[in-house]
């Protein structure tokens, strides 16, 4: 194979995946690694891709880059739509208990589903009987979504609201939160990685879901298969802070190895 032909190959695989390490590729092309080093630099130099610490990312992959809430709905929707179905079985059955619900177009999803529940007939007895999930947010759409319905007690974090995400960040957020103990937080991610564990790029929501993690007796991290082994700028949890992932992929062999390490319970939705 010519190395043109091989850089395109490789080019292609990291523009699919999002990333590529430097091993893999040399296992998969029977090459060394210096020479996918070298393809690596060259297909940077082009712009086709981003070098990192072994391996690459796709060129669109910066530390602060952010799609809007809108664009983020509309993405990977049957997985998201997998790992919310998955989540809701961790939502106490019945109106009951209470749980923290990040901003994120995978709560979102989660957050439909759970108002179907909640809507259910089965349920009326209990809501009846006066019993409420307290449920919380900082997430405008996610308490549009939950306003109203029966059995459900929303809570809103107050505070500035990024018109990106949607979200409420800012000091009132964060000391929001620091008031409360849920008993489940369901957190969205930008990037969750072996060694820097969670991140997003912005500080302010940073703050923000740190607090969250930091808050609730249980955390759940909804995460679609972009964002493992991803890194953005702000680091706001470690692996060892969180208690289950909720994932549509099985995470890379260094990503699964650090999450046990740090006894992460892993869902494959």
């Given at each position: 194979?010519?190395?043109?032909?091989?850089?395109?190959?490789?080019?292609?695989?990291?523009?699919?995946?999002?990333?590529?390490?430097?091993?893999?590729?040399?296992?998969?092309?029977?090459?060394?690694?210096?020479?996918v080093r070298r393809d690596l630099a060259a297909l940077e130099s082009v712009g086709s891709l981003r070098r990192v610490h072994g391996g690459a990312v796709a060129a669109d992959r910066f530390s602060t880059t952010e799609e809007s809430i809108l664009v983020r709905t509309v993405q990977k929707q049957p997985e998201k739509l997998r790992i919310a179905e998955a989540a809701l079985g961790f939502v106490p059955e019945g109106p009951s208990g209470s749980i923290l619900m990040d901003a994120g177009s995978t709560t979102e999803a989660l957050a439909d589903l759970l108002a179907l529940r909640m809507s259910d007939p089965s349920s009326a007895p209990a809501v009846a009987n006066g019993n409420e999930l307290v449920v919380i947010t900082n997430a405008i759409p996610i308490a549009g979504k939950l306003a109203g319905e029966p059995g459900i007690a929303l809570q809103i974090l107050g505070g500035r609201v990024r018109g990106l995400t949607q979200a409420a960040v800012g000091q009132s957020t964060v000391e929001g939160a620091q008031r409360i103990r849920p008993d489940i937080a369901f957190i969205g991610t930008n990037g969750?990685?072996?060694?820097?564990?969670?991140?997003?790029?912005?500080?302010?929501?940073?703050?923000?879901?740190?607090?969250?993690?930091?808050?609730?007796?249980?955390?759940?991290?909804?995460?679609?298969?972009?964002?493992?082994?991803?890194?953005?700028?702000?680091?706001?949890?470690?692996?060892k802070d969180l208690d289950t992932l909720i994932t549509n992929s099985e995470p890379s062999p260094e990503l699964a190895a650090a999450l046990a390490e740090a006894g992460v319970e892993v869902v494959i939705a």
């Open positions: 194979m010519f190395a043109e032909e091989r850089q395109q190959l490789i080019a292609g695989l990291v523009a699919e995946s999002g990333r590529a390490s430097v091993t893999d590729l040399a296992e998969r092309f029977s090459i060394t690694t210096e020479t969750i990685h072996a060694a820097f564990g969670l991140s997003t790029p912005d500080p302010e929501e940073a703050a923000a879901k740190a607090a969250f993690v930091q808050s609730a007796r249980r955390i759940v991290v909804l995460a679609d298969s972009s964002k493992l082994d991803a890194e953005t700028l702000v680091q706001f949890a470690s692996l």
